[in-house]
């Protein structure tokens, strides 16, 4: 209960579907009305559903830059359907998100891990930094030991892709050839 705790509680008395309590911080009011708003949502009275949506200011609003709704957190995005979502309103090549660890220089793995919630049958996707400014994909698979995981595939800052490990007799290469549509 919010009775028993020290909060600043703003009300909002409208019972429509879509009305929306907002805290505007300001600034410097010669650059705009405002620097963000953080605003609590009634989507739908009846049953009760809210969501929070946080938008910021660089020379216009920036509408629905952060959304949190039924649990599921949409960046980018008014009605994340997925517990993540992440959309950039651009067309074109364009790089939607970045995952980086401060390793520059030494062989540590940057990974993104899929699969199941304790970590055993998942595999990863990591990529590293060999040398000067060239970087290596690799592709590892859990291990029947539980936390471990095995290198299954590389593709190298040529452009080779090595299987089987990174190292030793069972490697595999393939490099330099060229695909078609087969006529």
Known sequence: SFSSNRVLQLIGTSTTDGSRVSLAFSGNTSIGNGLAIIE???????????????????????????????????IGRADPTQ???????????????KFSAHNYGDTGKTFIEIGTENGDGSSRIGSF???????????????????VFAERMRISSA???IY????????????????????
Do not use: C, I, R
């Open 40 to 74: 609590a949502v009634n989507d739908d009275q009846s049953a009760g559903h809210t969501s929070l949506h946080m938008h910021t200011y660089n020379g216009s609003w920036n509408t629905e830059n952060l959304v949190l709704k039924g649990g599921k957190v949409g």
């Open 83 to 97: 517990v993540l979502e992440v959309h950039k309103a651009a067309g074109g090549d364009q790089t939607v998100a």
């Open 159 to 161: 452009g080779d892709m």
């Open 129 to 147: 930094n060999d040398t000067g400014n060239k970087s290596v994909l690799v592709f590892d698979t859990h291990d029947a030991t539980s936390g």
């Open 164 to 183: 089987g490990g990174s190292t030793g007799v069972h490697e595999k290469y393939f490099s330099g050839f060229t695909t078609g549509n087969g006529s």
